[in-house]
């Protein structure tokens, strides 16, 4: 079974700080892919980053970067210069071939002006 | 506008009643999914379709709900003899050669 545990239910920055968001996961899967999705209030859910697991480079997408610990199975979320639009709830994400993404519970993540 | 799009966005009604969502998924995307999430909740997997082939269904897709892919584009979801605990988000997804998976704005149901 895959499992996906984010620890943090809620989160809060101030404006231009830096917040990481946990995530670990368990897969028996060798070739896996691991995401991030930002699902705003009342909005769209959007990807905001993606890591192979073959990969041992960390992802980075402009303000946002993780820290892809695999033999920990550890997969953090680190937004930079937080900013008011980053507010959502987040969701860590796990995908092993085509199988359906597997979901932690997510993170709401408050930024304070 | 080439995204996800699911209509309704909302959808009230009563219990015991039959609604259908339907999802149109990027134009090249062969694979479709169908999620729902409950407040506060990750979305939790219900079924998947690679083209017109409805590949997976989760034990949460009980005998009242059904799901058609006819012709490999649009996809329905439909839900008989609704029920309280169905109200929830109804999320579709689609993905295509990638592994990325592309989200609609979902169905809210509420059902009364």
């Known amino acids: 079974a895959q499992t996906v545990t984010q620890s943090q239910p809620e989160m809060s920055v101030q404006e231009a700080e830096t917040v990481t968001l946990s995530c670990t996961y368990d897969?028996?899967?060798?070739?896996?892919?691991l995401f991030w999705y930002k699902q705003p209030p009342s909005r769209q859910m959007i990807l905001v980053i993606r890591?192979?697991?073959?990969?041992?480079q960390n992802a980075t997408e402009n303000r946002f970067s993780v820290n892809f610990q695999k033999a920990a199975k550890s997969f953090s979320l680190k937004i930079s210069d937080s900013q008011l639009g980053d507010a959502a709830m987040y969701f860590c994400v796990l995908r092993s071939g085509n199988t359906p993404l597997v979901f932690g519970k997510g993170t709401r993540l408050s930024v304070i002006a | 506008d080439t995204g996800v799009s699911q209509n309704p966005r909302h959808k009230i009604t009563k219990r015991g009643q039959n609604v259908t969502f339907r999802c149109d998924p990027i134009s090249e995307h062969n694979r479709l999914y169908w999620y729902r999430q409950t407040l506060g909740q990750g979305p939790e997997f219900l079924t998947y379709f690679q083209n017109e082939a409805q590949l997976e269904k989760s034990r949460l897709l009980s005998d009242r709900f059904s799901a058609e892919r006819p012709k490999g584009s649009f996809s329905t979801l439909e839900i008989q003899r609704t029920e309280q605990g169905d109200s929830a988000m109804y999320l579709c997804a689609s993905s295509g050669r990638m592994n990325e998976q592309f989200f609609g704005p979902g169905t809210r149901l509420t059902v009364l």
């Open positions: 897969t028996s899967e060798s070739d896996y892919y």
């Open positions: 890591q192979e697991a073959y990969k041992q």
